[in-house]
């Protein structure tokens, strides 16, 4: 045995790997088998779990139902669907919220003399060391104060205050990493300073944009406190209707299958935008 | 007479200096400098000495704080970089890294509108200019130094500027492929007759390439010429310190006439060139170059500068040997002999302890303010 662990380097190599992997396999791996098994069960009338397989969790979630108003056949209700559409919609309205708005201020740090580079810095950071809840419940105040509490605008205003710091960072990164000197090429071969925006800044910056948008895009689909905070009861996500399976109506079979679903159109959005734009490395050369 | 591509008129430049607050430090005091159509000229100096910052004055990355610099007789006042008939060379190239070859080349005649169908034939001649043909489709970080350094030439000549301006080009190449470019460089100035300025730290370099030399020192701008006249007669002990090795010898001037200064340093008398602010009875400094003082075993009877000396050192290396030489306790001199002959003489080469006679000509010597 031992004769074979020197000579085999691939062993070794498992061997190696295996604490980390075994970490790998207990917080990720079964977490995510128990949810999977869990979103093919039944639910007992007293909310336990009964361990079958079917697919009805994921018809229902389709909006297809067995008890209908008129108690014959099945019937079609679209809500769970609405609700899945509202949560990818959201996560892109905010990913270019977060852009737009976050991109200038990036820029305006990274252009910023190094000395004052770090204090804008630390300021982008500060808010994040007050609790994420509390910082969502100041906005209920000042929200209030517009009249635009419980509002899906309120939603979008949480959310895109909520994550606008990861699209930063990353941006940040980008334009900091870009040599001065191009901009002062740019110019003097004859560029205005929009067009060595268009021309150099903008295309050098992109890998940032894209690795802000994976850290904002995937939270956003399936964070559930803001809206339910700042929307009421009125703007339901898919992590809330996730939230209210487990928690209220004590069904976690169809939680999971929803959590399944969120993470399968996650999954699909990102490598969608993956394939176009890959993950935000530096300029890939061809 | 020939036209003044680009003129400094009293050109001063200050920055804040961020250790002492609100004192501004002047980079570049009050320049005044003439340069002409077709020339190729370098501004050299010690880094600090206000080279760059004069370089980037003229491409309009910086304002000058007071004064005016002038290309073809316009003043630029605020003109931005991007409206000056100008182009720079970079020191670190600044190829944009997103861009192919032929897309970095093309950028400026893109951002002029120039025609498409002009382009693409400016592109290939620019490229086969500095001997790059063939890597158009290829990205800066696929190729070499020394090619995106052509790369960085391309992109500004393509232009076809009024002037172009260099900034350390050659700093970051090796020794052999520098030597290489410098001589492709003035090759390929003197073939386009486009004004080249040339910013450089490296003697050598000036030296080679220059038709004209500046010699800065602390922002100021201390001796305009000719890579002889610089060499031959320098206006103060820092470019005759700078350009070459030289010998320093300190002593108090007996009299002058005529360009010539009788000279008295810890007892000897020495005859020289003496430059004109040189006055009777001043403190001042001889400096005469390694190369110009030769030593023979008999009396030279040529010159009046000739001494008994002891050699204290003799290092061989080949080409040339190097000596000190003790002429009083407080005067020693480094000699540079080249080995013309196969040791011709070789008492002279010996030990230390020899003596000889060390004997230069008076035009090889120039007597200089501090």
């Given at each position: ?58 018809i229902r979630l389709m909006g297809f139902s067995a008890d209908c108003p008129d108690g014959v056949g099945t019937c079609f ?210 | ?168 080009p050659l700093g970051a190449l090796d020794l052999k492929l520098r030597k290489e470019m410098q001589l492709e460089l003035k ?19 000036a030296l080679t390439m220059s038709d004209r030399i500046a010699v800065m020192s602390k922002g100021h701008l201390l001796q ?147």
């Amino acid at each position: 045995m031992l004769q074979r662990l020197r000579e085999s380097k691939s062993l070794q190599g498992t061997l190696l790997a295996s604490p980390a992997m075994l970490w790998m396999i207990a917080l990720l791996i079964v977490p995510l088998l128990l949810i999977v098994i869990t979103s093919f069960g039944q639910r007992d009338p007293d909310g336990n779990v009964i361990y079958t397989f079917t697919f009805d969790n994921y018809i229902r979630l389709m909006g297809f139902s067995a008890d209908c108003p008129d108690g014959v056949g099945t019937c079609f209700n679209s809500l769970y669907l609405e609700i899945l559409a509202r949560s990818v919609g959201l996560a892109l309205v905010t990913t270019i919220f977060t852009i737009v708005l976050g991109y200038p201020l990036a820029y305006y740090v990274a252009r910023a003399p190094a000395k004052r580079r770090n204090m804008l810095l630390f300021l982008i950071l500060v808010p994040l060391w007050t609790n994420f809840v509390i910082r969502v419940y100041a906005w209920i105040r000042i929200l209030r104060a517009f009249e635009m509490l419980y509002t899906p605008q309120a939603v979008l205003v949480g959310m895109v205050y909520e994550f606008i710091p990861f699209m930063i960072l990353p941006m940040y990164t980008s334009l900091e990493k870009i040599d001065p000197s191009l901009y002062e090429a740019a110019a003097d071969l004859g560029a205005s300073s929009l067009r060595t925006f268009l021309k150099v800044t903008l295309p050098l910056s992109l890998p940032g944009v894209v690795a802000g948008t994976l850290l904002v895009f995937v939270p956003v689909m399936g964070t559930f406190v803001v809206s339910d905070i700042l929307g009421g009861k009125q703007f339901v996500l898919v992590g809330n209707l996730i939230q209210r399976q487990f928690l209220d109506a004590r069904d976690p079979t169809f939680g999971a299958a929803a959590s399944i679903v969120l993470m399968g159109m996650t999954l699909i959005v990102m490598i969608i935008y993956t394939r176009k734009f890959g993950f935000g490395e530096e300029v890939v050369i061809t | 007479m020939t036209a003044i591509a680009v003129e400094l008129k009293d050109v001063v430049k200050e920055f804040a200096e961020p250790e002492k607050k609100g004192e501004a430090f002047a980079a570049v005091n009050h320049v005044d400098l003439q340069i002409n159509d077709g020339e190729f000229f370098s501004l050299l100096g010690p880094s600090g000495c206000g080279k760059t910052t004069s370089l980037r004055m003229i491409a309009g990355f910086e304002l000058p704080t007071s004064g005016e610099v002038l290309i073809h007789g316009k003043a630029m006042g605020k003109t931005p970089p991007y409206q000056r008939p100008v182009n720079t060379v970079f020191q670190s190239y600044a190829l944009f890294p997103h861009m192919t070859i032929i897309d970095n080349v093309a950028f400026g005649l893109q951002m002029k509108g120039v025609a498409k169908a002009e382009i693409e034939p400016r592109v290939k001649e620019a490229l086969s200019m500095v001997r790059l043909p063939g890597y158009e489709n290829r990205k800066p970080k696929q190729l070499s130094g020394g090619q995106q350094q052509r790369v960085a030439l391309a992109r500004a000549l393509v232009n076809r500027p009024e002037v172009l301006l260099l900034d350390e080009p050659l700093g970051a190449l090796d020794l052999k492929l520098r030597k290489e470019m410098q001589l492709e460089l003035k090759t390929l100035q003197r073939e386009v007759g486009i004004t080249f300025i040339y910013v450089t730290h490296d003697q050598e370099e000036a030296l080679t390439m220059s038709d004209r030399i500046a010699v800065m020192s602390k922002g100021h701008l201390l001796q305009v010429g000719t890579a002889l006249e610089i060499y031959e007669e320098p206006n103060c002990r820092f470019v005759a310190d700078f350009i070459g090795e030289t010998n320093f010898v300190p002593g108090t001037v007996v009299s002058v006439e005529d360009g010539r200064a009788e000279f008295e340093a810890d007892g000897l008398r020495l005859v020289a060139n003496a430059n004109a602010d040189v006055r009777a009875g001043i403190q001042a400094t001889l400096a005469v170059r390694p190369e110009r003082v030769r030593l023979s075993a008999e009396k030279p009877d040529d010159t009046p500068n000739a001494f008994i000396g002891s050699v204290s050192e003799a290092i061989y290396i080949g080409t040339d040997t190097h000596f000190r030489v003790n002429l009083t306790p407080s005067v020693s001199l480094r000699i540079r002999r080249q080995n013309t002959v196969p040791i011709g003489m070789p008492a002279l080469a010996g030990p230390a302890g020899n003596t000889v006679w060390v004997s230069w000509h008076p035009e090889s010597a120039r007597v200089l303010v501090e």
